[in-house]
């Protein structure tokens, strides 16, 4: 079975400060892996996904996310927050058997001081 | 291009009534699923579908809950005899049909039952 643990229920930081926000799966086989974006009463929004090749993933708004093999991490990171970046956001994981339901893990609301 | 649709975005239905659920997947994408989410927790894989085809339903509720896809027209999960419990936020997403495609989310129908 596959699994999502998000060890954070929220992560603070000041605006203009670096932000990470912390991933770790458990899959058999390879890992397809996945970070959403969830504002209040909205859909969840794509930012990036990590399937082969360069561990390091660049995806949207500025995001990045780094693939650790050894470490089963997909930690999320961002090197400068913005206010606008307060939100929950869900980290995700599928196996590349074929089977296409994502596990989500249980979310990390990011809060982002001015 | 528009994202995934879903509606309605809110419905309130009594204990035993039936709730009716639609999405229409992105222009291109013919492979849909259906997740929920309940309060402040990630979200739970329902059912993956592709046209007129039910292909992993294993998150499914094993009663009250069907979902289709047809041939024409959006996606519908159906439940039936609704009770408090099922209470909870339900998105659909789609994808293209490559293995390694994103999977794509709607608003999200909320349904309250009372």
């Known amino acids: 079975a596959q699994s999502v643990a998000q060890p954070e229920d929220q992560v603070n930081v000041a605006e203009g400060n670096p932000l990470t926000v912390k991933c770790t799966y458990s899959?058999?086989?390879?890992?397809?892996l996945f970070w959403y974006v969830q504002y209040p009463n909205r859909g969840l929004q794509f930012l990036l996904k990590?399937?082969?090749?360069?561990?390091l993933v660049k995806g949207s708004y500025g995001f990045e996310a780094e693939f650790n093999k050894s470490q089963t991490s997909f930690h999320l990171k961002k090197p400068s927050a913005l206010v606008s970046d307060s939100a929950l956001y869900f980290c995700?994981?599928?196996?590349?058997?074929?089977?296409?339901?994502?596990?989500f893990g249980s979310g990390t609301r990011l809060q982002v001081q001015p | 291009n528009a994202g995934v649709m879903q509606n309605p975005r809110h419905l309130v239905r009594r204990r035993g009534q039936e709730a009716r659920l639609r999405c229409s997947p992105m222009?291109?994408?013919?492979?849909v699923y259906w997740y929920r989410q309940l309060p402040e927790e990630g979200l739970k894989f329902m059912v993956y579908?592709?046209?007129?085809?039910?292909?992993?339903e294993s998150g499914m509720p094993k009663e009250r809950f069907s979902a289709e896809f047809p041939k024409e027209g959006p996606s519908i999960l159906r439940i039936q005899q609704v009770v408090r419990g099922d209470s909870a936020a339900y998105f659909c997403?789609?994808?293209?049909?490559?293995?390694?495609?994103?999977?794509?989310f709607g608003p999200g129908t909320r349904l309250l039952v009372l």
């Open positions: 997403a789609s994808s293209a049909p490559g293995l390694q495609e994103t999977q794509y």
């Open positions: 899959v058999s086989g390879n890992p397809y």
């Open positions: 990590y399937i082969t090749g360069d561990n």
């Open positions: 995700a994981v599928r196996d590349n058997t074929g089977r296409r339901a994502l596990t």
């Open positions: 222009k291109g994408h013919s492979h």
């Open positions: 579908l592709q046209k007129e085809n039910i292909i992993d």
